[in-house]
């Protein structure tokens, strides 16, 4: 049974960076889309990207200013990076796997999630 | 930029059945997903490709596709079933998922 969990400060301060990881149990991660996705009240369910097992990443437009992903195959872990937070970056913040079945990705696998609250 | 249109709740009592529409243009030309939320927790897919079940979701469980609506159906409604749903989409143009506002199910 694959299995993600994030982990990661819960707090950062406005113009600090956020740093998260999501380390993926059990399983290759190879042909997967390793995503990170935000919810929040005010916006819902907001994808933040993807980065394919080649390293190849693909960002939210209106984030791709300020994130950055990293994977590392051979510890089975994939990382976040949001530079300049404000407290519209205050969320709980999931790590997913994309799966495609021959067609476009769903996500069929998602970590318990970690809040992050942006506040001095 | 595509978007889904999902209504705030539908309400339904148990061992009726519930059915939760999401709105997108052409969206039966699309393959839909839908994931279920309960409070506390993250969402778990229970459909993909309009219509397929993962392992361990009941029967109870079904979609369908057509023209600009797109619904998700769960027969005979337990109590266990109340959460908010979620349908999305891949947008291939963009190459990147969409999400619906989701729907909250209460069971009354």
């Known amino acids: 049974q694959v299995q993600l969990q994030e982990s990661g400060p819960g707090l950062v301060k406005p113009s600090e960076t956020l740093s998260l990881t999501c380390v993926v149990s059990?399983?290759?991660?190879?042909?997967?889309?390793w995503s990170w996705i935000r919810q929040s009240p005010e916006k819902g369910l907001e994808w933040i990207g993807y980065?394919?097992?080649?390293?190849?990443?693909n960002y939210s437009p209106s984030l791709r200013s300020r994130v950055t992903f990293s994977l590392d195959t051979s510890m089975n872990h994939f990382s976040l990076k949001l530079s300049s937070v404000t407290a519209a970056d205050t969320a709980m913040y999931y790590c997913a796997r994309g799966h495609s079945s021959g067609f476009l990705p769903y996500f069929d696998y998602w970590g318990q999630g970690t809040p992050v609250a942006v506040s001095s | 930029s595509y978007e889904l249109t999902q209504p705030p709740s539908v309400s339904v009592a148990p061992g009726k059945t519930a059915r939760i529409p999401c709105g997108g243009n052409n969206i039966g030309s699309r393959r839909v997903h839908w994931y279920q939320q309960k409070p506390g927790q993250a969402p778990v897919l229970v459909l993909y490709d309009n219509t397929d079940r993962p392992s361990g979701i009941p029967e109870r469980f079904s979609g369908s596709n057509s023209g600009n609506t797109a619904t998700l159906t769960i027969s005979r409604v337990e109590a266990g079933d109340e959460a908010a749903y979620f349908c999305q989409v891949w947008d291939s143009s963009s190459d990147q998922p969409v999400f619906g506002g989701g729907t909250k199910l209460p069971v009354l």
């Open positions: 059990s399983g290759s991660m190879r042909n997967y889309y």
């Open positions: 980065i394919y097992h080649s390293g190849i990443a």
